[in-house]
């Protein structure tokens, strides 16, 4: 299994910019589609963004035109820059990698141990 450890989290204000990072060991993360989740408080986590092995990404609809997710193949990173953060952004962040499918999170079966985003109004 590869392992994934993620950083980048922090506290923002409204209306600025973070850049989330998912280190991998273990295995390379070619082999894998790799995506991004959070979870706000009281709430389940949701599915952000994927991104496929040829690199076509997907988005959830809440963050669509404001996040962009990558992947560095050669740095066995993948990043997920968050622009124009809103309060309601404020989560826990989590990278994630799947054999199966970009937005389903059963598909997923690696996770890091999260990164805490907040975003101050």
């Known amino acids: 299994q590869v392992q994934l450890v993620e950083s980048g989290g922090g506290l923002v204000q409204a209306g600025g910019s973070l850049r989330l990072s998912c280190a991998a060991s273990g295995r390379s993360i070619s082999n894998y589609i790799m995506g991004w989740f959070r979870q706000a408080p009281g709430k389940e986590r949701e599915f952000v963004a994927g991104?496929?092995?040829?690199?076509?990404?997907d988005y959830a609809d809440s963050v669509k035109g404001r996040f962009t997710i990558s992947r560095d193949n050669a740095k066995n990173t993948v990043f997920l820059q968050m622009n124009s953060l809103k309060p309601e952004d404020t989560a826990v962040y989590y990278c994630?990698?799947?054999?199966?499918?970009?937005?389903?999170?059963?598909?997923?079966?690696?996770w890091g141990q999260g990164t805490p985003v907040t975003v101050s109004s």
């Open positions: 994630a990698a799947s054999s199966l499918a970009i937005t389903r999170e059963s598909a997923y079966h690696s």
């Open positions: 991104i496929s092995r040829s690199g076509s990404s």
